[in-house]
Each structure stands twice: as C-alpha cells, then as structure tokens.
C-alpha cells in the first residue's frame, strides 16, 4: 500500500477522557433526552467534537450488549463528528435496552445528535 490512509478510527483528540472532563459535560446540566439514552454536552474552546460515552452495567448486564452500544455510538459519531459543532458531548445509557433492536438503537442515537443545538 503506499501514500497516506484516511482513519476511520477514533482517535484520542476526539474523546472525552478524564474524569474532570465528564463531570465537567454533566455539571454543565444540558442535555437532550431519547428513548434509550441521553446526550449531555457542553461547548469547549477546541475546533472540533469531542465524544465520551458511559454504559452503565445496571442498565445494560451483559459486557457484549455494552459494547455493542459503544460501537453503534462512535460508528455514528465518526460520520458526522466534522458536522457538529465544538462540543464536549457525554452519551449515557439512560433506558434498558433488552427488547430494543439496533435499528432502534440507531435511530435513537442520530435523532439526539441531530438535535444537538448548532
């Protein structure tokens, strides 16, 4: 292979990592709620997206089912993070999930980031 890759990743610069970083996004006491989760967020001073996520065990038991979640969420993040504007975003599992296909899943987390105020 030779010349440069597009990433389809998700890199370090476009996650909320530390512990402040996501009390900061949850004191801030703006979200949008779903059916199935909750988007927090929080303007930041960088110029781009940044995307945290938090899947409790009480909601979703099963690590499989978690990770999923996780996976369906920064799928979607990395095809629109250059569309959205400079936020700190936190998703959280806010409903059980156990009779929820991931069609259903998939809508609920696009219809939050799209309501996300511009």
Known sequence: ??????????????????????????????????????????????????????????MAKRAVTR??????AREHFRHIADTLPSHDLALRLAQKTDAATRTELREDIASLFARLPR
């Open 1 to 58: 292979m030779s010349g440069e890759s597009v990433s389809s990743g998700f890199p370090a610069e476009r996650r909320v990592r530390k512990t402040d970083e996501y009390s900061s996004v949850f004191t801030f006491r703006r979200s949008i709620r779903g059916r199935y989760f909750v988007l927090h967020f929080m303007p930041n001073k960088l110029a781009m997206a940044r995307l945290g996520l938090v899947m409790s065990r009480k």
């Open 67 to 72: 990770n999923l979640l996780k996976r369906l």
